[in-house]
């Protein structure tokens, strides 16, 4: 499987997007600082996650959340909640 997902620093109030083979791996690279776009907004606490099968579906699905600002409005719409916590 390949992931699509959504990261708030602790530290900062701030969403990271990314996408990875290894959803758990990622994560703890993240908040032990061996991400250098990461290293200094860190702990991270992970918001939200999607599943896929094929790669290029993700990356796709990670780009639009990136790049469309649309895309990401209506997923944080989505998850509205959740960013509260």
Excluded: W
């Excluded at 939200?48 to 990401?72: I, N, P, T, V, W």
């Amino acid at each position: 499987m390949f992931y699509v997902y959504i990261l708030k620093s602790n530290k900062f109030n701030e969403l990271y997007i990314g996408s990875t083979i290894d959803l758990k791996r990622r994560f703890t690279e993240h908040n032990k600082g061996k991400v250098y776009s990461t290293k200094n907004k860190r702990p991270y606490k992970l918001l939200y996650y999607e599943a896929f099968g094929a790669e290029s579906d993700a990356r796709r699905k990670e780009s639009m959340l990136k790049c469309r600002g649309q895309a990401r409005r209506q997923l944080l719409a989505r998850i509205k909640e959740t960013l509260l916590k």
